[in-house]
């Protein structure tokens, strides 16, 4: 039960720095696409329902798949009884680019999968943002995942400019 409480901490911690932040960027993101230090992300014109579903197409385009789905939003109303803005986790794999890795590092599972974020900003618009597996995997210190990690990248990039 701690280690519940616990959790549901770190993610409402988590996802109120990363609204600060992401809200003081906003107004000046409007249909661009901005890269931070361990992702990528870009404002689109849909509504949120709708850009998940083009997120989910467009990572398909991209050889992805979705292998899981959180509602951050219930998530967070369930467990710590707050309100916030709609937000989506979305874990998209490359199954390819998963094996690859898995031969290259065996316990790179746990930096899988890709996640990517759905999220309604304060002012309304939407915001899709990508890890960076380029960036997150330099701090394995294994400079063969570093060309796997670029391809990918570039893979998630392409699915965001296609939204």
């Known amino acids: 039960m701690k280690t519940t409480r616990f959790i549901t901490l770190c993610m409402a911690m988590i996802l109120a720095i990363a609204q600060t932040y992401a809200q003081d960027k906003s107004a000046s993101m409007v249909s661009q696409q901005m890269e931070g230090k361990y992702y990528t992300a870009v404002i689109v014109d849909t509504d949120f329902e709708t850009t998940i579903e ?16 959180i509602n951050m939003q219930e998530k967070l109303k369930k467990g710590t009884g707050n309100d916030v803005p709609k937000y989506t986790i979305l874990g998209a794999c490359n199954p390819n680019g998963a094996y690859q890795a898995l031969q290259i590092e065996e316990q790179i599972g ?46 998630l990039k392409l699915a965001l400019e296609a939204l």
Not at 54 to 69: C, M, R, T
């Open 54 to 69: 083009n997120v989910k197409s467009a990572l398909k385009d991209q050889g992805f798949g979705i292998v899981s789905e």
């Open 110 to 155: 746990v930096m899988l999968p890709c996640n990517l974020i759905v999220r309604e900003t304060s002012d309304g618009k939407v915001e899709v943002a990508a890890i960076n597996p380029e960036r997150t995997m330099q701090s394995i210190g294994n400079p063969d995942m570093i060309p796997l990690a670029r391809e990918i990248s570039d893979k």
